[in-house]
């Protein structure tokens, strides 16, 4: 069994599958982002048409060689003459001519598919790239980013792959069956008719192969997708694997979700590749047909030997197309299970958008935060807040307190429009945010969260995250005010001290104090600290505290805290359960009151004591 850590994608394993369902639809979407480029497609069209030309004449202009040749031997036979090499000689020149310009213009067709492809899926990227800057936070939420991360990638690039090589085959194959076809036509429509006898039978397997196999296809994008959010939810999480010392339980799940897309992807392969040796196979029976027919017809002096030369090597040119085509339907089946999960992610819902305004709302302004009859709620069927007034003078430091799930983090969320309030407004200096961009707003917000944030890059390419047009004496001044000045020059190379993924050779003190750092930089109106010191010692929390002090000093400052001994100074004090705001007051108000938050404080301070 895969255990409870089974079931990446917010509980939505891979197990049961469908046909896409529009798959007409999904080419349909998918054509569209080659619509800007119709010119270079048009462009390939005509010089596939004068390659495909070309090259197909070739086998005729031989037959023609091959039947001078044996109308030559006749007359050496008959005593009238003998073999006109310099005819011949000029039969194989302008044929190999002719496979010269045909090789031309094949090479200028594959340059400008290449452009054209690489376009567009230049714009698929980009536009996946917009599309997850305007996700609301709540998609990130309740999906894996594993599953995030496949769309954006493998999908992608299976997408890209079928372009690069199936705008070229399809446009081949296409023009390559017609102009074989009236080849063989002007040579022995007779023979033509019993070749393409065979040519249903090819059509009939191969559409039977793909209807079994698309569902297999289909499956295997979708576990795919699952097992790499499995994936990267197992590495991020490694500790907690090895705390709980889950590696075998780990490893069986992975274990279930590898052989599960082993078994879609051997089946969906194998399908597939039957389609080649299937049709080859019904294509040799009328190849044989054909052959026996032919030198019959020969023997009579029906025919010439060298246009049943050239009608044989037709045939081999009119049946590689449909094989070529049979593959593509397998390519493509990939390609629309691929693509149809990358348009769903376009599809996704997306947030409110900014409102268009001429002016941005100015970045400095007093601060002051107001909720007026605020409501919101994750869904109709389950708010959270409900009808919350409130008030924060600019300047003014608010801590929030409550149990877990009262709601303290939503509050700072609907402040940042991580999600929209459900009824009510939030005003900022008097304006409505709604009315605001999200870049207008957050540029006057600086948040430091329990779990830090830092990228692969040096320190001060961390700090100045907060600030990139910053010179290095503000990044150096902002890491004294945070206390983390001092510790960074001890550092090997200071401030040029590469950080990981995970600034693992730092301390997680030392990590909170340069997001400290970089919130500093950033200079904002308003400050939001959620629990940035629940994860440190004491005595590194002492020295975070004085740089949250520096930090907040004449800032509006939203403090959430489970410590409540950080926050007995705060000017203003909520305490928040199940979504509402049962006390307000000060430290002091709140203790004589002798509520809800007096019992919470005493049992922490109680627990803090018996503990030491």
Do not use: C
Request: charged residues 20%.
């Amino acid at each position: 069994m895969r255990g409870p850590m089974h079931g990446p994608g917010g509980g939505r394993g891979p197990g049961n599958f469908e046909r896409p369902k529009n798959l007409k639809g999904t080419l349909r979407r998918l054509l569209a982002f080659m619509k800007p480029f119709h010119l270079g497609l048009a462009t390939v069209v005509i010089l596939a048409i004068f390659s495909t030309v070309f090259d197909a004449v070739g086998p005729l202009i031989l037959g023609f060689a091959t039947n001078e040749i044996q109308l030559g031997f006749d007359r050496m036979v008959a005593g009238t003459g003998g073999i006109d090499f310099g005819a011949v000689a000029r039969i194989l020149a302008f044929m190999g001519g002719m496979y010269a310009v045909s090789a031309l213009f094949g090479y200028l067709k594959q340059y400008l598919v290449s452009g054209v492809s690489q376009k567009t899926i230049y714009t698929l990227r980009k536009t996946v790239d917009q599309k997850i800057k305007r996700l609301p936070l709540g998609y990130f939420d309740s999906g894996s980013i594993g599953d995030v991360l496949s769309r954006v990638t493998n999908d992608v690039d299976t997408v890209a792959s079928t372009l690069q090589q199936g705008i070229n085959q399809v446009v081949d194959a296409v023009f390559t069956l017609v102009t074989v076809l009236v080849l063989m036509l002007y040579i022995s429509p007779a023979l033509t008719f019993i070749a393409l006898l065979t040519l249903p039978l090819t059509l009939l397997a191969s559409m039977n192969v793909v209807k079994f196999s698309q569902k297999l296809f289909k499956g295997q994008a979708d576990t795919l997708g699952a097992l790499n959010g499995y994936i990267e939810e197992m590495y991020t999480g490694h500790n907690v694997v090895k705390v709980f010392s889950k590696e075998a339980d780990t490893i069986d799940a992975f274990d279930d979700l590898n052989e599960e897309l082993y078994r879609y992807s051997w089946k969906a392969n194998f399908l597939s590749g039957v389609i080649m040796p299937v049709s080859s196979f019904i294509g040799n029976l009328g190849y044989v047909i054909v052959t026996v027919l032919g030198a019959v017809w020969v023997i009579q002096g029906k025919f010439l030997i060298g246009s049943i030369q050239s009608f044989m090597q037709y045939i081999r040119h009119f049946s590689n197309p449909i094989v070529q085509l049979s593959n593509l339907a397998n390519m493509l089946q990939s390609t629309i299970a691929a693509a149809e999960r990358v348009f769903a992610f376009l599809d996704e819902a997306e947030e409110s958008p900014d409102p268009v305004t001429g002016e941005e709302p100015a970045r400095d302004g007093p601060g002051q935060v107001e909720f007026q009859n605020v409501s919101f709620g994750y869904s109709p069927d389950r708010v959270l807040i409900r009808d919350l007034s409130l008030s924060i003078r600019p300047g003014e430091t608010v801590a929030i307190v409550g149990p877990t799930g009262a709601g303290k983090t939503t509050l700072v969320n609907l402040v940042l429009r991580f999600y929209e309030v459900s009824g009510g407004r939030i005003l900022l200096d008097g304006e409505d945010i709604a009315g605001m961009s999200r870049k207008a707003l957050r540029a006057r917000i600086g948040m430091v969260l329990q779990d830090t944030w830092l990228f692969s890059g040096t320190i001060r390419e961390n700090i100045r995250y907060g600030r990139l047009d910053a010179t290095d004496a503000e990044v150096e001044e902002a890491a004294r005010a945070a206390r983390a000045d001092k510790f960074i020059r001890a550092l090997p190379q200071g401030y040029d001290t590469w950080l990981g993924e995970d600034a693992a050779n730092i301390s997680q003190g030392q990590r909170q104090l340069l997001t400290i750092a970089r919130a500093i930089l950033s200079d904002p109106d308003i400050l939001i600290l959620d629990e940035a010191t629940s994860s440190v010692d004491t005595r590194t929390e002492v020295l975070i505290q004085k740089a949250m002090n520096t930090l907040m000093k004449g800032r509006t400052s939203f403090v959430i805290a489970h410590r409540l001994s950080t926050i007995r100074d705060a000017g203003k004090i909520l305490v928040m359960r199940d979504g509402d705001i049962i006390e307000t007051g000060s430290h002091q108000e709140l203790m004589a009151r002798g509520g809800f938050y007096a019992q919470l404080y005493q049992s922490q301070f109680q627990g803090e004591a018996e503990a030491s």
